[in-house]
């Protein structure tokens, strides 16, 4: 899984998450017995940071459970890998089932979930699109794909064509999952379980721009993270929030991309008209109770562009803060939800 998010980033006192060039697992124990554990998983860096730790607390230990735990992750439901579940699954053929991990299920679950929910903006069948439009395993394109090739690709696609019940996942065509808008988030999760069943109360965890927080920072304060402007030029910070007890996530349309004919293609693609994006919104983040949740959505409503994804947010009350513009202009709104959070 390439990593399609980096716009959580630290500076001037921001917590965490600048990428880690150090070694797998590594583990640094501050002078306040706070840990700072980094490194690499799917396709991206990953960034723990443990505040008001116990002197129980094995850090060396700890690092080697949270690399375990989202090796794990990546080993189930990784398209790059040809023995993961989720590649198993993609080679069967229309009318087939395979049993699945639990938690394959349970991402799958909330995939399918957040595709209803959006009328198919967040769809986990686009792998086909990903792939031909060269953002997936078999690489980059140059060229543009013909209309006939986006049809074809769009043939068997569509979410209701996936079901899962009991942890029988079955497809009535030839759909393929690609999981890459929601696994990493997922993989957050799975690290901030583990914190938790080893009595850790106060923690950061970051995988590829993906943020889940509990209790307060080495400072004694909330979690504080910047929004970064979406500019490939630079690094700057749209919005400073402070987060104990929540998810974060962006989606963004502005650093992974290609050209031809003189156009940019971002890497995101519309699963409703099978083309990348064209609309001026360039990042949307979402803050929910679960990164698996805030990854999802937050993708889905970067697809429906402004107007539609704030309709959207106000709709079902999600916290949302959107990113509008082109060439270093740009503005932001921000929902309702994620006004009162930070109200007081």
Known sequence: MLSRRDFIRGANGIALTIPFLGLIGCDDTSADG??????????????VKVARASDAVDGEGLASRIQASLDRVESLMSTYRPTSELSLFNADVAGSSRSVTTDTARVIETALAVADMTDGAFDPTVGPLVDLWGFGPNGGRADLPADAEITTAMADMGYHNISIANQELAKTTQARLDLSGIAKGFGVDKVAELLEAEGIEHYLVEV????????????????RLGIEKPNPASRDIQRIVGLSGQALASSGNYRIFFEADRQRYAHIIDPRSGRPLTHDLASAT??????????????????????????????????????????????????????RLFSA
């Open 286 to 339: 979402v803050i929910a109770k679960t990164t698996m949740q805030a990854d999802a959505l937050s993708t889905a409503m970067l697809v429906m562009g402004t107007g539609s994804a704030m309709a959207f947010a106000r709709d079902h009350d999600i916290a949302a803060f959107l990113i509008s513009g082109r060439d270093g202009s740009f503005t932001d709104a921000a929902s309702p939800a994620f006004e």
């Open 34 to 47: 706070a840990h700072s554990i980094s490194g690499k998983t799917m396709g991206t860096t990953y960034n």
């Open 208 to 223: 590829g721009g993906e943020v889940r927080t509990r209790g307060l920072s080495p400072e004694d304060r909330a979690w």
